[in-house]
Nanobody
Framework: QVQLVQSGGGLVQAGGSLRLSCVASGSSFRIDVMDWYRQAPGNQRELVATITSGGTTSYADSVKGRFTIPRDNAKNTVYLQMNSLKAEDTAVYFC?????????????WGQGTQVTVSS
């Protein structure tokens, strides 16, 4: 069984920083890509950042230069470092992990964590 467990998040003032963590369990799960998504009330879910197992990253235009997505492959952990936060970053943030489990491609989601930025 594979689980993604998120931690971090909370309430922060505009201009502040937060770091989210996401740990994937399951020793047989070979992770290729890990992502962070977010969803604000009334909005569609948005892809925020992606990192491959080789370390290639990509970011939504709305967060470029402010967010980074470090990854520790040995610990099956991905982070979302969020700096210079804005009120519009307020959302529930989800991590995902896509990879191979017993020869089958799988995609798993974390439980979500609330980030609230006060202006």
């Amino acid at each position: 069984q594979v689980q993604l467990v998120q931690s971090g998040g909370g309430l922060v003032q505009a201009g502040g920083s937060l770091r989210l963590s996401c740990v994937a369990s399951g020793s047989s799960f070979r992770i290729d890509v890990m992502d962070w998504y977010r969803q604000a009330p009334g909005n569609q879910r948005e892809l925020v950042a992606t990192i491959t197992s080789g370390g290639t990253t990509s970011y939504a235009d709305s967060v470029k230069g402010r967010f980074t997505i470090p990854r520790d492959n040995a610990k099956n952990t991905v982070y979302l470092q969020m700096n210079s936060l804005k009120a519009e970053d307020t959302a529930v943030y989800f991590c995902t992990a896509e990879g191979t489990l017993v020869g089958t491609r799988r995609l798993y989601w974390g439980q979500g964590t609330q980030v609230t930025v006060s202006s």
